[in-house]
């Protein structure tokens, strides 16, 4: 029966491929340290963003150790301007109000009410 077994590779088990002339991607390693002082290592790859905080395995919030210069800075940021302040940037509140009070009529009497 032995002689009559395939010799050569175990399918799947074993790859042909070499690592030969293949350079990982650059990477950093970055500290975080939480507030009661553990300290975690975590590897980025060296283009990526580092986030200002980092949830550690227990639940607990790390701060970046050596990145104050790369965390975003939040007083460049424009505040959010939602649909209501651009409207409001346009109209009056009077002006919206007798708008909406014409819409209303309208509505109603293209449904048959009575307004």
């Known amino acids: 029966?032995?002689?009559?077994?395939?010799r050569g590779m175990r399918?799947?088990?074993?790859?042909?491929?070499s690592e030969a002339g293949v350079e990982p991607a650059a990477r950093q390693r970055?500290?975080?340290r939480t507030e009661e002082g553990?300290?975690?290592?975590?590897?980025?790859?060296?283009?990526?963003?580092?986030?200002a905080t980092w949830l550690t395995k227990s639940g607990k919030e790390a701060?970046?150790?050596?990145?104050?210069?790369?965390?975003?800075?939040a007083a460049n940021e424009k505040p959010v301007r939602t649909h209501w302040d651009m409207l409001?940037?346009?109209?009056?509140?009077e002006e919206?109000?007798?708008?909406?009070?014409d819409r209303?009529?309208?509505l109603r009497v293209s449904r048959g009410e009575s307004a």
Do not use: W
């Open 1 to 6: 029966m032995s002689d009559r077994s395939l």
């Open 11 to 17: 399918l799947g088990a074993q790859s042909m491929e």
């Open 30 to 32: 970055v500290e975080y």
């Open 38 to 51: 553990e300290g975690i290592f975590i590897v980025f790859a060296a283009e990526a963003e580092i986030p």
């Open 63 to 73: 701060k970046l150790v050596h990145g104050e210069a790369n965390a975003p800075e």
């Open 88 to 93: 409001l940037e346009r109209r009056s509140t």
């Open 96 to 101: 919206l109000e007798k708008i909406l009070g």
């Open 104 to 106: 209303l009529t309208h």
